[in-house]
Protein backbone atom coordinates (compact mmCIF):
# COMPACT_ATOMS: atom_id res chain seq x y z
CA UNK A 1 0.00 0.00 0.00
CA UNK A 2 1.23 3.10 -0.46
CA UNK A 3 2.59 5.95 2.24
CA UNK A 4 1.70 8.81 0.43
CA UNK A 5 -0.75 9.44 -2.44
CA UNK A 6 -0.81 12.81 -4.18
CA UNK A 7 -4.01 13.19 -6.31
CA UNK A 8 -4.41 16.01 -8.45
CA UNK A 9 -2.22 18.86 -6.67
CA UNK A 10 -1.86 22.26 -7.52
CA UNK A 11 -0.29 25.11 -6.23
CA UNK A 12 -0.41 28.51 -7.70
CA UNK A 13 1.20 32.13 -6.00
CA UNK A 14 -1.26 34.79 -7.67
CA UNK A 15 -0.56 33.97 -10.89
CA UNK A 16 2.08 31.73 -11.24
CA UNK A 17 1.46 28.12 -11.63
CA UNK A 18 3.81 26.49 -9.61
CA UNK A 19 2.56 23.16 -9.63
CA UNK A 20 -0.10 21.96 -12.16
CA UNK A 21 -2.54 18.96 -11.05
CA UNK A 22 0.25 16.34 -10.52
CA UNK A 23 -1.07 13.15 -8.60
CA UNK A 24 1.60 9.73 -7.65
CA UNK A 25 1.74 7.87 -4.88
CA UNK A 26 4.98 6.34 -2.70
CA UNK A 27 5.26 3.00 -1.09
CA UNK A 28 7.21 2.26 1.78
CA UNK A 29 10.91 1.95 1.60
CA UNK A 30 10.71 2.98 -2.32
CA UNK A 31 13.04 5.86 -3.52
CA UNK A 32 11.87 8.30 -6.28
CA UNK A 33 13.68 10.73 -7.79
CA UNK A 34 12.13 13.86 -8.34
CA UNK A 35 13.24 15.79 -11.56
CA UNK A 36 13.25 18.79 -13.35
CA UNK A 37 14.62 22.10 -14.85
CA UNK A 38 14.83 24.70 -12.73
CA UNK A 39 11.28 26.40 -11.54
CA UNK A 40 9.74 23.70 -12.44
CA UNK A 41 7.83 23.29 -8.85
CA UNK A 42 9.67 20.50 -6.94
CA UNK A 43 10.98 22.25 -4.29
CA UNK A 44 6.77 23.90 -4.30
CA UNK A 45 5.99 20.11 -4.38
CA UNK A 46 7.45 18.61 -1.34
CA UNK A 47 7.43 22.40 0.60
CA UNK A 48 3.26 21.42 0.71
CA UNK A 49 3.89 17.39 1.76
CA UNK A 50 6.65 18.53 4.89
CA UNK A 51 3.69 21.41 5.53
CA UNK A 52 5.33 24.53 4.32
CA UNK A 53 2.66 25.33 1.95
CA UNK A 54 -0.84 24.47 1.39
CA UNK A 55 -2.05 22.88 -2.08
CA UNK A 56 -4.20 25.34 -3.61
CA UNK A 57 -5.64 22.13 -5.12
CA UNK A 58 -6.03 18.53 -4.67
CA UNK A 59 -5.29 15.80 -2.02
CA UNK A 60 -2.85 14.10 -0.23
CA UNK A 61 -3.23 11.14 2.10
CA UNK A 62 -0.79 9.33 4.32
CA UNK A 63 -1.35 5.62 4.95
CA UNK A 64 -5.03 6.25 3.43
CA UNK A 65 -5.85 8.80 6.03
CA UNK A 66 -6.38 12.22 4.13
CA UNK A 67 -3.41 14.95 5.24
CA UNK A 68 -4.02 18.69 6.12
CA UNK A 69 -1.83 20.57 7.33
CA UNK A 70 -1.52 23.98 8.36
CA UNK A 71 2.16 24.41 10.21
CA UNK A 72 5.69 22.49 9.33
CA UNK A 73 5.26 21.04 13.37
CA UNK A 74 2.27 18.67 11.93
CA UNK A 75 3.99 16.94 9.14
CA UNK A 76 6.84 16.27 11.40
CA UNK A 77 4.61 14.58 13.96
CA UNK A 78 3.14 12.62 10.93
CA UNK A 79 6.53 11.11 10.59
CA UNK A 80 7.41 13.40 7.28
CA UNK A 81 10.72 15.24 7.19
CA UNK A 82 12.64 17.54 4.74
CA UNK A 83 16.06 18.69 3.91
CA UNK A 84 15.48 21.99 2.48
CA UNK A 85 17.01 23.86 -0.63
CA UNK A 86 18.88 26.62 0.91
CA UNK A 87 18.90 24.17 4.02
CA UNK A 88 17.53 26.02 6.63
CA UNK A 89 20.23 27.28 8.95
CA UNK A 90 21.17 29.96 11.42
CA UNK A 91 24.23 30.93 11.28
CA UNK A 92 24.00 32.32 15.15
CA UNK A 93 23.43 28.93 16.42
CA UNK A 94 25.21 25.84 17.12
CA UNK A 95 25.08 22.89 14.66
CA UNK A 96 22.64 21.31 17.50
CA UNK A 97 20.67 24.07 18.62
CA UNK A 98 19.80 23.86 14.28
CA UNK A 99 19.21 20.18 14.11
CA UNK A 100 17.06 20.56 17.49
CA UNK A 101 15.27 24.03 16.00
CA UNK A 102 11.89 23.79 16.36
CA UNK A 103 11.59 20.59 18.84
CA UNK A 104 14.24 21.19 21.30
CA UNK A 105 14.68 18.90 23.81
CA UNK A 106 13.63 20.23 27.32
CA UNK A 107 14.28 18.79 30.69
CA UNK A 108 11.74 19.74 34.43
CA UNK A 109 8.33 19.43 34.92
CA UNK A 110 5.33 22.21 33.97
CA UNK A 111 6.42 25.62 33.02
CA UNK A 112 10.03 25.48 34.53
CA UNK A 113 10.83 22.84 31.99
CA UNK A 114 14.88 24.41 30.49
CA UNK A 115 16.95 23.73 27.48
CA UNK A 116 18.56 20.49 27.94
CA UNK A 117 22.22 21.23 26.13
CA UNK A 118 23.85 18.17 27.20
CA UNK A 119 21.02 15.75 25.74
CA UNK A 120 20.92 17.65 22.39
CA UNK A 121 24.71 17.97 22.23
CA UNK A 122 25.40 14.18 22.69
CA UNK A 123 22.35 12.96 20.32
CA UNK A 124 23.45 15.42 17.50
CA UNK A 125 26.79 14.09 17.99
CA UNK A 126 25.83 11.14 17.42
CA UNK A 127 23.74 11.60 14.75
CA UNK A 128 26.83 13.12 12.91
CA UNK A 129 29.06 10.04 13.70
CA UNK A 130 26.61 8.36 12.09
CA UNK A 131 26.87 10.58 9.23
CA UNK A 132 30.70 10.16 9.19
CA UNK A 133 30.60 14.10 8.94
CA UNK A 134 33.46 15.75 10.87
CA UNK A 135 30.98 18.40 12.31
CA UNK A 136 30.62 19.62 16.02
CA UNK A 137 27.59 19.95 17.59
CA UNK A 138 29.05 23.09 19.53
CA UNK A 139 30.54 24.97 16.49
CA UNK A 140 28.38 27.65 14.82
CA UNK A 141 26.69 27.23 11.68
CA UNK A 142 28.24 30.51 10.53
CA UNK A 143 32.23 29.08 10.74
CA UNK A 144 31.52 26.02 9.14
CA UNK A 145 31.84 24.49 5.89
CA UNK A 146 29.12 23.49 2.77
CA UNK A 147 29.36 20.05 3.54
CA UNK A 148 29.01 20.35 7.27
CA UNK A 149 26.13 22.86 6.49
CA UNK A 150 24.62 20.28 4.76
CA UNK A 151 24.88 17.67 7.45
CA UNK A 152 23.57 19.53 9.97
CA UNK A 153 20.26 19.90 7.71
CA UNK A 154 20.09 16.19 6.90
CA UNK A 155 20.87 15.66 10.47
CA UNK A 156 17.70 16.82 11.09
CA UNK A 157 15.66 14.02 9.32
CA UNK A 158 17.57 11.55 11.66
CA UNK A 159 15.69 12.77 14.86
CA UNK A 160 12.95 10.95 14.63
CA UNK A 161 11.86 7.80 13.09
CA UNK A 162 10.13 9.60 10.05
CA UNK A 163 7.90 7.82 7.40
CA UNK A 164 8.96 9.89 4.58
CA UNK A 165 12.32 11.58 3.99
CA UNK A 166 12.44 14.52 1.44
CA UNK A 167 15.58 16.03 0.39
CA UNK A 168 15.50 18.78 -1.93
CA UNK A 169 19.34 18.92 -3.67
CA UNK A 170 21.22 17.45 -0.14
CA UNK A 171 23.91 16.70 -2.69
CA UNK A 172 24.49 20.43 -4.07
CA UNK A 173 27.49 21.31 -1.87
CA UNK A 174 29.55 18.34 -0.87
CA UNK A 175 32.64 16.48 -1.65
CA UNK A 176 32.40 13.30 -3.82
CA UNK A 177 33.03 11.01 -0.49
CA UNK A 178 29.71 12.67 1.49
CA UNK A 179 27.99 12.32 -2.06
CA UNK A 180 28.32 8.59 -1.12
CA UNK A 181 27.84 9.02 2.49
CA UNK A 182 24.59 10.91 1.42
CA UNK A 183 23.59 8.20 -1.19
CA UNK A 184 24.17 5.51 1.35
CA UNK A 185 21.84 7.19 3.92
CA UNK A 186 19.14 7.01 1.34
CA UNK A 187 20.09 2.95 0.92
CA UNK A 188 19.82 2.76 4.80
CA UNK A 189 16.56 4.77 4.89
CA UNK A 190 14.99 2.34 2.12
CA UNK A 191 16.29 -0.45 4.00
CA UNK A 192 14.37 0.37 7.19
CA UNK A 193 11.47 0.84 4.94
CA UNK A 194 11.02 4.34 4.77
CA UNK A 195 10.19 6.10 1.87
CA UNK A 196 12.78 8.74 0.06
CA UNK A 197 11.91 11.80 -2.39
CA UNK A 198 15.45 12.93 -3.72
CA UNK A 199 15.36 15.84 -6.04
CA UNK A 200 18.22 16.52 -7.75
CA UNK A 201 20.05 17.77 -11.05
CA UNK A 202 22.98 14.83 -10.43
CA UNK A 203 21.91 12.17 -13.08
CA UNK A 204 23.97 9.42 -11.82
CA UNK A 205 22.65 10.37 -8.02
CA UNK A 206 19.39 9.34 -9.39
CA UNK A 207 20.20 6.38 -11.40
CA UNK A 208 22.18 5.17 -8.41
CA UNK A 209 19.59 4.84 -5.68
CA UNK A 210 16.59 5.66 -6.95
CA UNK A 211 13.46 2.45 -7.54
CA UNK A 212 11.66 5.36 -9.62
CA UNK A 213 11.76 8.76 -11.14
CA UNK A 214 9.54 11.64 -11.65
CA UNK A 215 9.81 14.24 -13.98
CA UNK A 216 8.44 17.57 -13.89
CA UNK A 217 8.14 20.54 -16.57
CA UNK A 218 6.68 23.93 -16.11
CA UNK A 219 5.00 22.37 -13.21
CA UNK A 220 3.82 19.25 -14.42
CA UNK A 221 4.39 15.78 -14.11
CA UNK A 222 5.80 14.88 -17.44
CA UNK A 223 6.71 11.23 -16.58
CA UNK A 224 6.66 8.60 -13.90
CA UNK A 225 8.84 5.43 -14.79
CA UNK A 226 11.06 2.66 -12.98
CA UNK A 227 14.89 3.35 -13.32
CA UNK A 228 15.22 0.14 -14.93
CA UNK A 229 12.78 1.16 -17.81
CA UNK A 230 14.23 4.47 -18.31
CA UNK A 231 17.92 6.35 -18.92
CA UNK A 232 19.82 9.44 -18.32
CA UNK A 233 19.06 10.31 -22.05
CA UNK A 234 15.66 10.25 -21.85
CA UNK A 235 15.42 11.66 -18.51
CA UNK A 236 17.54 14.37 -19.80
CA UNK A 237 15.13 14.62 -23.25
CA UNK A 238 12.04 15.12 -20.78
CA UNK A 239 13.67 17.53 -18.71
CA UNK A 240 14.25 20.31 -21.64
CA UNK A 241 11.18 19.26 -23.70
CA UNK A 242 13.10 17.38 -26.10
CA UNK A 243 10.31 14.39 -25.44
CA UNK A 244 7.18 15.85 -25.05
CA UNK A 245 5.91 13.41 -22.24
CA UNK A 246 5.75 9.58 -21.48
CA UNK B 1 48.26 10.03 16.85
CA UNK B 2 45.51 9.81 13.93
CA UNK B 3 42.74 11.76 15.17
CA UNK B 4 39.53 9.72 14.99
CA UNK B 5 35.96 11.34 13.94
CA UNK B 6 34.96 10.75 17.48
CA UNK B 7 37.56 13.07 18.61
CA UNK B 8 36.59 15.54 16.22
CA UNK B 9 32.81 15.75 16.96
CA UNK B 10 33.85 15.77 20.76
CA UNK B 11 36.10 18.45 20.35
CA UNK B 12 34.86 21.88 21.74
CA UNK B 13 35.61 24.81 19.57
CA UNK B 14 37.05 27.82 21.92
CA UNK B 15 37.73 27.62 25.33
CA UNK B 16 35.67 29.64 27.67
CA UNK B 17 39.06 32.08 27.70
CA UNK B 18 38.93 32.78 24.14
CA UNK B 19 35.27 33.09 24.28
CA UNK B 20 35.58 35.96 27.07
CA UNK B 21 37.98 37.73 25.90
CA UNK B 22 36.48 37.69 22.17
CA UNK B 23 33.06 39.25 23.28
CA UNK B 24 32.52 42.95 23.12
CA UNK B 25 30.39 43.21 26.37
CA UNK B 26 33.85 41.90 28.28
CA UNK B 27 35.99 44.86 27.02
CA UNK B 28 32.84 47.35 27.36
CA UNK B 29 33.08 45.96 31.19
CA UNK B 30 37.07 46.77 31.23
CA UNK B 31 36.43 50.08 30.14
CA UNK B 32 33.72 50.88 32.86
CA UNK B 33 36.02 49.62 35.75
CA UNK B 34 39.25 51.43 34.12
CA UNK B 35 36.69 54.77 34.14
CA UNK B 36 35.79 54.13 37.36
CA UNK B 37 39.33 53.18 38.96
CA UNK B 38 40.10 56.64 36.88
CA UNK B 39 37.62 58.80 38.17
CA UNK B 40 38.21 57.65 41.89
CA UNK B 41 41.78 58.62 41.42
CA UNK B 42 41.41 61.61 39.61
CA UNK B 43 38.42 63.62 41.48
CA UNK B 44 37.61 63.06 45.17
CA UNK B 45 33.89 63.30 44.44
CA UNK B 46 33.28 60.54 42.47
CA UNK B 47 34.03 57.21 44.90
CA UNK B 48 31.36 58.88 47.24
CA UNK B 49 28.58 56.58 48.66
CA UNK B 50 26.44 59.43 47.30
CA UNK B 51 27.61 59.60 44.28
CA UNK B 52 27.99 55.56 43.50
CA UNK B 53 24.49 55.58 45.07
CA UNK B 54 23.43 58.38 42.40
CA UNK B 55 24.75 56.31 39.39
CA UNK B 56 23.78 52.85 40.31
CA UNK B 57 20.05 54.36 40.15
CA UNK B 58 20.74 56.42 37.17
CA UNK B 59 21.59 53.60 34.99
CA UNK B 60 18.19 51.62 36.07
CA UNK B 61 16.02 53.30 33.99
CA UNK B 62 17.90 53.11 30.76
CA UNK B 63 19.01 49.78 31.81
CA UNK B 64 15.75 48.41 32.55
CA UNK B 65 14.16 49.14 29.36
CA UNK B 66 17.58 48.31 27.47
CA UNK B 67 17.01 44.91 29.09
CA UNK B 68 13.30 44.72 26.51
CA UNK B 69 15.29 46.51 23.14
CA UNK B 70 17.53 43.67 23.69
CA UNK B 71 15.26 41.13 22.55
CA UNK B 72 13.47 43.52 20.11
CA UNK B 73 17.19 44.11 18.60
CA UNK B 74 18.38 40.13 18.66
CA UNK B 75 15.33 39.00 16.55
CA UNK B 76 16.34 42.18 13.78
CA UNK B 77 14.00 44.93 15.09
CA UNK B 78 13.75 48.09 16.66
CA UNK B 79 11.42 49.62 19.13
CA UNK B 80 11.85 53.78 18.85
CA UNK B 81 8.66 53.72 21.11
CA UNK B 82 10.02 52.84 24.56
CA UNK B 83 10.82 56.58 25.63
CA UNK B 84 6.85 57.86 25.08
CA UNK B 85 5.76 54.16 25.99
CA UNK B 86 7.52 55.37 29.71
CA UNK B 87 6.03 58.72 29.82
CA UNK B 88 2.40 56.96 28.84
CA UNK B 89 2.50 54.62 31.28
CA UNK B 90 3.88 56.71 34.05
CA UNK B 91 0.72 59.41 33.55
CA UNK B 92 -1.76 56.25 33.23
CA UNK B 93 -0.73 55.39 36.72
CA UNK B 94 -0.40 58.65 37.79
CA UNK B 95 -3.47 60.15 36.66
CA UNK B 96 -5.27 56.48 38.09
CA UNK B 97 -4.02 56.75 41.33
CA UNK B 98 -4.48 60.55 41.13
CA UNK B 99 -8.25 60.48 40.37
CA UNK B 100 -7.79 58.03 44.04
CA UNK B 101 -6.96 54.51 42.94
CA UNK B 102 -5.23 52.07 44.83
CA UNK B 103 -1.31 51.55 44.09
CA UNK B 104 -2.80 47.87 42.59
CA UNK B 105 -5.37 49.67 40.33
CA UNK B 106 -2.77 52.13 38.97
CA UNK B 107 0.01 49.53 38.16
CA UNK B 108 -2.26 47.38 36.54
CA UNK B 109 -3.77 50.24 34.55
CA UNK B 110 0.16 51.32 33.81
CA UNK B 111 1.27 47.42 32.91
CA UNK B 112 -1.84 46.64 30.78
CA UNK B 113 -1.45 49.92 28.61
CA UNK B 114 2.19 48.77 27.60
CA UNK B 115 1.22 45.58 27.27
CA UNK B 116 -1.71 46.75 24.73
CA UNK B 117 0.99 49.31 22.99
CA UNK B 118 3.48 46.45 22.51
CA UNK B 119 0.77 44.09 20.96
CA UNK B 120 -0.11 46.48 18.56
CA UNK B 121 3.04 47.21 17.63
CA UNK B 122 4.20 43.45 17.54
CA UNK B 123 1.34 42.64 15.22
CA UNK B 124 1.42 45.32 12.81
CA UNK B 125 5.01 44.00 12.43
CA UNK B 126 4.92 40.24 12.71
CA UNK B 127 0.91 39.91 11.07
CA UNK B 128 1.01 42.85 8.63
CA UNK B 129 4.64 43.33 7.74
CA UNK B 130 5.16 46.56 8.78
CA UNK B 131 8.98 47.89 9.09
CA UNK B 132 9.26 48.19 12.72
CA UNK B 133 11.13 51.27 12.59
CA UNK B 134 7.63 53.18 10.63
CA UNK B 135 5.65 51.22 13.31
CA UNK B 136 7.44 51.98 16.34
CA UNK B 137 8.30 55.65 14.99
CA UNK B 138 4.26 56.45 14.80
CA UNK B 139 3.97 54.69 18.00
CA UNK B 140 6.68 57.14 19.51
CA UNK B 141 4.01 59.88 18.52
CA UNK B 142 1.17 58.35 19.42
CA UNK B 143 1.87 57.35 22.62
CA UNK B 144 3.38 60.63 23.65
CA UNK B 145 0.79 62.25 22.42
CA UNK B 146 -2.00 59.99 24.25
CA UNK B 147 0.46 61.03 27.50
CA UNK B 148 -0.92 64.59 26.89
CA UNK B 149 -4.45 64.02 26.64
CA UNK B 150 -4.61 62.36 29.60
CA UNK B 151 -3.58 64.44 31.91
CA UNK B 152 -4.21 67.47 29.82
CA UNK B 153 -0.76 68.39 29.72
CA UNK B 154 -0.11 69.06 33.30
CA UNK B 155 2.38 67.84 36.17
CA UNK B 156 0.65 65.38 38.09
CA UNK B 157 2.43 65.01 41.48
CA UNK B 158 -0.46 63.77 43.85
CA UNK B 159 -1.12 60.27 43.66
CA UNK B 160 -3.95 59.89 46.05
CA UNK B 161 -4.27 57.58 48.70
CA UNK B 162 -1.04 55.92 48.36
CA UNK B 163 0.74 58.05 47.48
CA UNK B 164 3.50 57.42 50.11
CA UNK B 165 3.28 53.78 48.82
CA UNK B 166 4.28 54.70 45.52
CA UNK B 167 6.92 56.89 46.37
CA UNK B 168 8.55 54.19 48.98
CA UNK B 169 8.85 51.98 45.94
CA UNK B 170 11.03 53.84 43.67
CA UNK B 171 12.22 56.17 45.99
CA UNK B 172 13.23 53.45 49.17
CA UNK B 173 16.19 51.11 49.76
CA UNK B 174 14.24 48.44 51.33
CA UNK B 175 17.43 45.46 51.11
CA UNK B 176 21.26 46.49 52.50
CA UNK B 177 20.92 50.29 51.23
CA UNK B 178 20.72 49.45 47.59
CA UNK B 179 18.32 51.48 46.26
CA UNK B 180 15.09 49.68 44.93
CA UNK B 181 15.21 50.78 41.11
CA UNK B 182 18.79 48.75 41.19
CA UNK B 183 17.14 45.62 43.17
CA UNK B 184 14.39 45.95 40.45
CA UNK B 185 17.17 46.11 37.75
CA UNK B 186 18.67 43.27 38.94
CA UNK B 187 15.89 40.79 39.05
CA UNK B 188 14.35 41.58 35.81
CA UNK B 189 18.22 41.51 34.30
CA UNK B 190 18.48 37.96 35.58
CA UNK B 191 15.17 37.02 34.61
CA UNK B 192 16.21 37.94 30.90
CA UNK B 193 19.36 36.15 30.86
CA UNK B 194 17.94 33.21 32.66
CA UNK B 195 15.17 33.12 29.73
CA UNK B 196 17.45 33.88 26.72
CA UNK B 197 19.89 31.08 27.60
CA UNK B 198 17.65 28.70 28.84
CA UNK B 199 14.17 28.64 27.41
CA UNK B 200 12.95 28.12 23.78
CA UNK B 201 11.57 31.40 23.58
CA UNK B 202 14.82 32.36 24.09
CA UNK B 203 16.23 30.13 21.46
CA UNK B 204 13.51 31.69 18.67
CA UNK B 205 14.60 34.61 19.51
CA UNK B 206 18.17 34.17 18.72
CA UNK B 207 16.68 32.21 15.43
CA UNK B 208 14.59 35.03 14.28
CA UNK B 209 17.36 37.23 14.47
CA UNK B 210 19.63 34.50 12.48
CA UNK B 211 17.22 33.57 9.65
CA UNK B 212 13.29 34.59 9.87
CA UNK B 213 13.15 32.31 6.98
CA UNK B 214 15.01 29.32 8.36
CA UNK B 215 12.62 29.99 11.21
CA UNK B 216 9.57 29.66 9.76
CA UNK B 217 10.01 26.74 7.41
CA UNK B 218 11.57 24.66 10.57
CA UNK B 219 8.10 25.29 12.03
CA UNK B 220 9.24 28.17 14.56
CA UNK B 221 6.34 30.20 15.17
CA UNK B 222 8.21 33.18 14.52
CA UNK B 223 4.98 35.47 14.32
CA UNK B 224 3.80 35.20 18.00
CA UNK B 225 7.22 35.37 18.98
CA UNK B 226 8.07 38.64 17.89
CA UNK B 227 4.82 40.27 18.92
CA UNK B 228 5.39 38.76 22.08
CA UNK B 229 9.15 40.49 21.99
CA UNK B 230 7.90 43.82 21.30
CA UNK B 231 5.11 43.44 24.07
CA UNK B 232 8.10 42.42 26.82
CA UNK B 233 10.02 45.68 25.21
CA UNK B 234 6.89 48.04 26.07
CA UNK B 235 6.28 45.77 29.15
CA UNK B 236 10.10 47.26 30.28
CA UNK B 237 9.40 50.81 29.18
CA UNK B 238 6.07 50.64 31.27
CA UNK B 239 8.00 48.85 34.43
CA UNK B 240 11.25 51.52 34.07
CA UNK B 241 7.78 54.44 33.92
CA UNK B 242 6.37 52.61 37.13
CA UNK B 243 9.80 52.86 39.19
CA UNK B 244 10.73 56.90 37.75
CA UNK B 245 7.14 58.02 38.64
CA UNK B 246 8.06 56.75 42.62
CA UNK B 247 11.59 57.84 42.44
CA UNK B 248 10.74 61.53 41.10
CA UNK B 249 7.16 61.87 42.74
CA UNK B 250 6.28 63.71 39.79
CA UNK B 251 5.33 63.09 36.58
CA UNK B 252 5.39 65.19 33.59
CA UNK B 253 4.11 64.65 29.65
CA UNK B 254 7.90 65.10 28.96
CA UNK B 255 9.64 62.60 30.41
CA UNK B 256 11.61 60.05 29.03
CA UNK B 257 11.83 62.03 26.19
CA UNK B 258 15.02 61.01 23.62
CA UNK B 259 15.27 58.20 26.10
CA UNK B 260 14.71 55.54 22.70
CA UNK B 261 18.47 56.43 21.80
CA UNK B 262 20.23 55.75 24.52
CA UNK B 263 18.19 52.97 25.61
CA UNK B 264 19.53 51.63 22.03
CA UNK B 265 23.24 52.98 22.28
CA UNK B 266 22.73 50.84 25.70
CA UNK B 267 21.80 47.83 23.99
CA UNK B 268 24.35 48.16 21.10
CA UNK B 269 27.48 48.93 23.72
CA UNK B 270 26.44 45.98 25.26
CA UNK B 271 26.67 43.66 22.51
CA UNK B 272 23.43 43.86 20.75
CA UNK B 273 23.47 43.57 17.17
CA UNK B 274 21.18 45.27 14.79
CA UNK B 275 21.50 43.45 12.34
CA UNK B 276 19.92 40.70 14.57
CA UNK B 277 20.78 37.49 16.02
CA UNK B 278 23.44 38.47 18.63
CA UNK B 279 22.80 40.24 22.60
CA UNK B 280 22.86 39.37 25.87
CA UNK B 281 21.06 40.75 29.01
CA UNK B 282 24.56 41.17 30.69
CA UNK B 283 25.64 43.41 27.89
CA UNK B 284 22.75 45.63 28.20
CA UNK B 285 23.21 46.55 31.87
CA UNK B 286 26.84 47.06 31.31
CA UNK B 287 26.34 49.35 28.15
CA UNK B 288 23.36 51.42 30.24
CA UNK B 289 26.60 51.35 32.97
CA UNK B 290 28.87 52.92 30.09
CA UNK B 291 26.83 55.89 29.35
CA UNK B 292 26.25 56.77 32.75
CA UNK B 293 29.48 57.02 33.76
CA UNK B 294 30.37 58.86 31.11
CA UNK B 295 27.70 61.26 31.87
CA UNK B 296 28.83 61.57 35.39
CA UNK B 297 32.47 61.82 35.37
CA UNK B 298 31.97 65.02 32.68
CA UNK B 299 30.04 66.38 35.20
CA UNK B 300 32.84 65.64 37.92
CA UNK B 301 35.65 66.32 35.67
CA UNK B 302 34.07 70.14 35.20
CA UNK B 303 33.90 69.44 31.32
CA UNK B 304 31.05 71.42 29.68
CA UNK B 305 27.87 69.24 29.27
CA UNK B 306 27.93 69.87 26.00
CA UNK B 307 30.48 66.89 25.12
CA UNK B 308 28.16 64.56 26.67
CA UNK B 309 26.67 63.40 23.47
CA UNK B 310 29.91 63.41 21.42
CA UNK B 311 31.36 61.24 24.26
CA UNK B 312 28.56 58.93 24.03
CA UNK B 313 28.11 58.42 20.05
CA UNK B 314 31.98 58.14 20.66
CA UNK B 315 31.57 54.64 22.85
CA UNK B 316 28.35 53.74 20.57
CA UNK B 317 31.19 53.55 17.27
CA UNK B 318 34.14 52.49 19.81
CA UNK B 319 32.26 49.29 21.42
CA UNK B 320 31.28 48.43 17.82
CA UNK B 321 34.61 48.59 16.59
CA UNK B 322 35.73 45.71 18.80
CA UNK B 323 33.19 43.87 17.06
CA UNK B 324 34.47 44.71 13.54
CA UNK B 325 38.18 44.24 14.27
CA UNK B 326 37.08 40.54 15.30
CA UNK B 327 34.96 39.71 12.54
CA UNK B 328 38.48 41.25 10.44
CA UNK B 329 40.47 38.49 12.04
CA UNK B 330 37.99 36.17 11.85
CA UNK B 331 37.86 36.65 7.61
CA UNK B 332 41.19 36.80 7.01
N1 LIG C 1 6.93 31.64 -2.24
C1 LIG C 1 6.77 31.84 -3.56
N2 LIG C 1 6.09 32.92 -4.02
C2 LIG C 1 5.91 33.12 -5.35
N3 LIG C 1 6.38 32.30 -6.30
C3 LIG C 1 7.06 31.21 -5.92
C4 LIG C 1 7.30 30.94 -4.53
N4 LIG C 1 8.01 29.78 -4.46
C5 LIG C 1 8.23 29.39 -5.72
N5 LIG C 1 7.65 30.24 -6.61
C6 LIG C 1 7.65 30.09 -8.07
O1 LIG C 1 7.19 28.78 -8.37
C7 LIG C 1 7.91 28.23 -9.44
C8 LIG C 1 8.50 26.90 -9.04
O2 LIG C 1 9.52 27.11 -8.09
P1 LIG C 1 10.30 25.94 -7.35
O3 LIG C 1 11.16 26.55 -6.32
O4 LIG C 1 9.33 24.92 -6.89
O5 LIG C 1 11.21 25.33 -8.51
P2 LIG C 1 12.29 24.16 -8.44
O6 LIG C 1 11.82 23.11 -9.37
O7 LIG C 1 12.55 23.76 -7.05
O8 LIG C 1 13.57 24.86 -9.07
P3 LIG C 1 15.14 24.72 -8.70
O9 LIG C 1 15.66 23.54 -9.42
O10 LIG C 1 15.74 25.98 -9.22
O11 LIG C 1 15.25 24.61 -7.23
C9 LIG C 1 8.94 29.27 -9.86
O12 LIG C 1 8.44 29.97 -10.98
C10 LIG C 1 9.03 30.18 -8.68
O13 LIG C 1 9.32 31.50 -9.09
MG1 LIG D 1 14.10 23.90 -5.81
Redesign the interface.
Same mark, same amino acid.
Do not use: E, M, P, Y
Given at each position: MAVLELTNISKHFGAIQAVNDVSFSIGAGQVVGLMGDNGAGKSTLVKMIAGNFRPSHGTMQLDGAELIMHRPIEARQHGIEIVHQDLALCNNLTAAANVFLGRELRRGVGPLRVLDYKAMYRRAGEIFRELKSETRPRDLVRQMSGGQRQAVAIARTMLSEAKIVLMDEPTAAISVRQVAEVLNLIRHLRDRGIAVVLISHRMPDVFDVADRVIVMRRGRKVADKQIGASSPEEVTGLITGAIEQV | MAIT @??Q??? &?? &?QSWLAKILGSQTFWVLIAVILACIFLSFATDSFATTKNLYNITRNVTFVAIIALGMTLVIITGGIDLSVGSVLCLCSMVLAVVMHAGYSIEVGIVASIGTALLIGAFNGILIAYLGFPPFVVTLGMLSIARSLAMVASNNTVVFEFGPDHDKLLALGGGAWFFGIANPVLYMIVLALITGFVL??? /?FG /?YV? #?I???E? #? #?T @????PVKRIKVAVYMVSALSAGIAGIIQTGWLGAVTTNIGAGMELQVIAAAVIGGANLAG? #?GTAFGALIGAALIEVIRNSLGLLGINAFWQGTFIGGAIVFAVLFDRIRNFR?SE
Open positions: - | @LDTIG &QK &QRWT /R /RF #AGGNH #A #A @LTGVG #AQ
